[in-house]
């Protein structure tokens, strides 16, 4: 009976279109591989262990898993989001500090986007350090994403 169950909830699942469906414009660069977060493209970093790394300035998740982190610089006060591809737990940071930012919101991507979450932050000009930690993957691709209109 729970198998069934569980099979009949498998099958009701929407499958997602092997075209993938359009992206709202501030997630269009989900699509375009970027090096720097502030480019408005998708950035795919490679994760570590953060049992077995020490790195001056970046504070360790507190989270089991992979970690991953990125510096990145705004220029223009506003709301932006770090877009993540899988689950995981993100926390922002000015860079050189330890006291995370506290973010203002928590969302998922359209779906079939292959974006798994979004976290927003109020963000004034300065230079901020993103580390993703709970990490299931040796890969993890993250967007930054403006809401200014």
């Known amino acids: 009976m729970i198998l069934a169950a569980l099979l009949l909830a498998q099958a009701a699942a929407p499958a997602c279109p092997t075209t993938p469906a359009a992206l709202p414009a501030q997630l269009a660069g989900w699509r375009t591989s970027g090096d720097d977060l502030a480019s408005g493209k998708a950035v795919t970093l490679d994760t570590w262990d953060?049992?077995?790394?020490r790195m001056l300035d970046v504070p360790l998740p507190q989270r089991p898993g992979r970690a991953a982190n990125r510096a990145f610089r705004i220029k223009t006060s506003g709301t932006y989001g770090i877009a993540l591809d899988q689950k995981g737990w993100i926390?922002?940071?000015?860079?050189?500090?330890?006291?995370?930012?506290?973010?203002?919101?928590?969302g998922h991507g359209p779906?079939?986007?292959?974006?798994?979450?979004?976290?927003?932050f109020a963000l004034t000009p300065g230079e901020y350090q993103v580390v993703v930690g709970g990490l299931d993957s040796p890969r993890a691709k993250l967007l930054l994403v403006s809401d200014a209109k």
């Open 111 to 120: 779906a079939c986007s292959g974006i798994r979450k979004i976290v927003r």
């Open 91 to 106: 926390d922002l940071y000015r860079l050189r500090e330890t006291t995370p930012i506290a973010s203002t919101a928590h």
């Open 50 to 53: 953060p049992r077995t790394v």
